[in-house]
Structures are given as structure tokens and as C-alpha cells.
């Protein structure tokens, strides 16, 4: 492969004798219970998994975002929980840290949580909408030297588990014409930090989401994280990481659901021929599944070769996100089909890829508000 170097290869050889070693026996286990990976989620903060990005003076080890899609690809062909956690972790959370963060703040949190010491959550959604952040109610407001947090936040994932939850909040006047949002560095322990019941969802099981509630929660001055009330742009492309990543990980999704349906496809025999060999029309099924994962494939690469390059990806980014998403569902539920009756039995192992790639196309951003963001960024670049 065009993007494979030395260096890139040995780290995705890292993740592949971890994920056989150590994910594959357990995957499918958690999943069925429900069960947050919280030692893998370690496992992989010592393998160095956690902080591929991030600066070596924060715990990083200064590696690049091919290297991070590499290895997200290959724990997705195994536990897409286990990479989702982690990228709520590392990208969402760390990666606005990374971005905003003063060098006290990264010394303190980021280090630990690229080694996986300590485990990060984003608390952005509202009950106003995920993308609606105009409307968003959770206010800070500044007593003496401590910001005062009251709020609402739903569907936050690594819930229960995180150490320190990022959380976005409303702090211009409530009579501003237009809100001004600031970022929020809460520790798990502040008095006032409630959490709900981690929800029972269709997919990505085990991610442990549910709500955070703030009540007079208090944090000190020095726990805002960027400059007050301009958070929400460095966000917008922060963000682009996290839909970024949704591509190597679906893509993993979709080739571990094809590899399983080639070889049934080969090893299931109906009247002295393999089902392959019999029916075109599982061959031809497998044969269009190979052309949306290759050009996935191809798709993710080259728009994360270019963000390593230095250039924006803004639109697309979040196009693999939704690329990735279409193609993940399309092939674990043609996979699904190939097995007919087994395709359904959970021990199988295939229908909670289906699953996990129905809450792709929502978790952390639905695929219609990514696809509004694509048209302004459009509309933008052609008045250039
Ligand atoms: C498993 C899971 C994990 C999550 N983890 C996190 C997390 O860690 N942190 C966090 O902050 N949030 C998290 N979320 C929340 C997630 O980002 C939101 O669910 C998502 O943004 C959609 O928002 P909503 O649920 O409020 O749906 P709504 O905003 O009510 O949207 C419903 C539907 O309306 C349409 N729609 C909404 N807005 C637009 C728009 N602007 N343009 C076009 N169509 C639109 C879409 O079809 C969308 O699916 C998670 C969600 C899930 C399901």
C-alpha cells in the first residue's frame, strides 16, 4: 500500500498482535454484556495507542494521523467499542485539549491520558440537539475565582469512566444576541457532577453513554480550557478529526464483515458446490462489497495523507464519515445475508457490525448535519 512506511507498518503490527492477542478473545463477550473495555482501554494507553498524535513533551509519541487510522483499522475488524471509546478519548476530548490547551493544562491532563492514566469524555450534546448549539442552556458563570456550571448533557460516551469531562457551556450574558460558548476542564469528583445510567443502546455497547448532570458544579478559573466564548470555531475543526477517524474505522468494520462472508462464501457447500461457486449472485455480492471497501479505502487515505500533509480536510473529513458510515452498514448487512440464517445469530459474531454501523451515522454527529456542513464548506470554496 501507497502509505504504508517502515514505521507506519511496525505500529499497525503492534495493534494487530494486540487486537489477536488480547481483543479478539474478549470482543465479542463485551459486547453481549454490555461491558466497557476498560482493560484493553489501558492496554492500549500502554502500548502508546492513546497519544499517536500528540506531542512527545505531553506523552505523546509525535507519530501522525495515517499511523492513528492504521491502528483505529485494525481494532474496528474486531471491536468497533473498543476504537470508539478510545477516539472519544483521544480525538474528541484529547484532540480539543491538544489544540486548546495551555502547556500547565497538557502537562497535567494530556500526558496522563495519552499513556491512558486518566480517561477523558467531551460533554458537548444537549437536549437542544447535538449540532444545535445556538441553543444550548448549560451556563458558566464567573463567582470570584471559580466558574459556577449548571446544565444537561446527554448521550456522553466514556460516561462512568472518565476522569475529567470537557464540557461545553453557554458564558456570554443570557440576553446576548448570540451565544458565546466556552470549554470546561470538570473533574469527575466536583461536587455537583451527576451521572445517569449508562443507556442500553442499539450499538457500540459497552461505550458506557448516558447523561451528565452539572448542579452549582464549581471549577477553579484555571480549569477553562481556550480563550472564553471563542471555543466554538477551533472546535468546528477540531471536530473534523473525530468524523476523520469514523472513516479507518469503518472501514475496518466493513473488511472484517467481508472476510467473513468470502470465507463462508467458500467453505458453505449446497448440492457438491461451494456457495460461491454455485451462485452468482453471492458472487457478485462479495465482488460489489470489495469495490466499496477498496474505494473507501482509497478515500480515507488520501484525505488523511493530505491532514498530514498540513492541509484542511474540512469537508472531507466529515465526508468520511458519512462514506464510511454507507459503506460499513452496506457490507455487514450484505455479509448478514451471505450467512442466510446464521447471518442472525449473535455468536456469529457479524450482526453487531450491523449494528455498530446504524450508530455511526449518529453518534458524535448524524450524517445529515455533517452533509449541511459539506454544502456551506461548498459554497465557500467556489467564492474563492
Ligand atoms: C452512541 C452515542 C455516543 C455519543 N457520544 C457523544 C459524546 O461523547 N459527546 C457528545 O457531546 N455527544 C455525543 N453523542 C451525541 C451525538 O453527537 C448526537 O446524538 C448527534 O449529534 C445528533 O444529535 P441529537 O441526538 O440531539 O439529534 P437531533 O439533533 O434531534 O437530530 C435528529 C435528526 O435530525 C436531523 N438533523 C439534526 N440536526 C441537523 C442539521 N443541522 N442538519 C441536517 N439535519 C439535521 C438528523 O437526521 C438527525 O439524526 C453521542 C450519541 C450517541 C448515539
Known amino acids: 500500500m501507497w502509505y504504508l512506511t517502515e514505521e507506519r507498518e511496525l ?24 461491558e466497557f473495555p476498560l482493560r484493553l482501554l489501558k492496554r492500549a494507553g500502554e502500548l502508546g495507542f492513546l497519544g499517536i498524535t500528540f506531542p512527545e513533551e505531553y506523552g505523546g509519541l509525535g507519530g501522525d494521523w495515517t499511523t492513528l487510522a492504521l491502528v483505529t483499522e485494525e481494532i474496528s475488524k474486531v471491536s468497533p467499542t473498543l476504537a470508539v471509546v478510545m477516539g472519544a478519548h483521544s480525538v474528541l476530548a484529547g484532540g480539543i485539549l491538544n489544540v486548546l490547551g495551555s502547556h500547565e493544562q497538557k502537562l497535567k491532563y494530556l500526558a496522563p491520558a495519552a499513556k491512558g492514566e486518566i480517561i477523558l469524555a467531551m460533554a458537548g450534546t444537549e437536549a437542544a440537539g447535538g449540532a444545535n ?44 444576541p448570540k451565544a458565546a460558548h466556552s470549554l470546561f476542564l470538570v473533574p469527575k469528583d466536583a461536587p455537583g457532577l451527576e451521572l445517569g445510567k449508562p443507556e442500553n443502546k442499539l450499538g457500540w455497547n459497552g461505550s458506557s453513554t448516558g447523561t451528565v448532570y452539572l448542579r452549582n458544579v ?12 471563542k471555543t466554538m470555531l477551533p472546535f468546528y475543526f477540531s471536530a473534523t478529526d473525530e468524523f476523520m477517524i469514523c472513516g479507518p474505522m469503518a472501514l475496518g468494520m466493513a473488511e472484517a464483515c467481508y472476510e467473513k462472508a468470502f470465507q463462508y462464501a467458500h467453505e458453505r457447500m449446497q448440492g457438491g458446490k461451494s456457495m460461491y461457486d454455485k451462485y ?8 460489489n462489497m470489495w469495490i466499496e471497501i477498496e474505494a473507501l479505502r482509497g478515500m480515507v487515505y488520501t484525505a488523511i495523507a493530505k491532514r498530514d500533509s498540513g492541509q484542511m480536510i474540512l469537508g472531507e473529513g466529515r465526508a468520511l464519515k458519512i462514506k464510511g458510515y454507507r459503506v460499513a452498514e452496506y457490507v455487514a448487512n450484505e455479509a448478514i445475508q451471505i450467512h442466510g440464517g446464521l447471518g442472525t445469530i449473535v455468536d456469529t459474531g457479524l450482526e453487531r457490525f450491523w449494528r455498530d454501523a446504524k450508530v455511526l451515522a449518529i453518534g458524535g454527529g448524524s450524517i445529515e448535519a ?12 467556489a467564492r474563492k
Not at 11 to 34: G, S, T, Y
Open 280 to 287: 452468482e449472485v453471492v458472487r457478485h455480492k462479495l465482488v
Open 370 to 381: 455533517l452533509t449541511e456542513d459539506i454544502a456551506n464548506i461548498l459554497k465557500r470554496e
Open 133 to 176: 448549539y445556538g441553543e444550548f442552556t448549560t451556563r458558566a458563570v464567573l463567582d470570584g475565582d471559580e466558574w459556577v456550571i449548571n446544565g444537561t448533557k446527554l448521550f456522553i460516551t466514556n460516561i462512568h469512566y472518565a476522569d475529567i469531562y470537557i464540557v461545553v457551556a453557554v458564558t456570554s450574558p443570557p440576553d446576548a
Open 11 to 34: 505500529m499497525r503490527n503492534v495493534a494487530r498482535e494486540f487486537v489477536e492477542q488480547e481483543v479478539k478473545p474478549v470482543a465479542l463477550e463485551l459486547d453481549k454484556k454490555d
Open 218 to 229: 464549581r471549577v477553579p478559573k484555571e480549569n477553562m480550557l481556550g480563550p472564553e466564548g
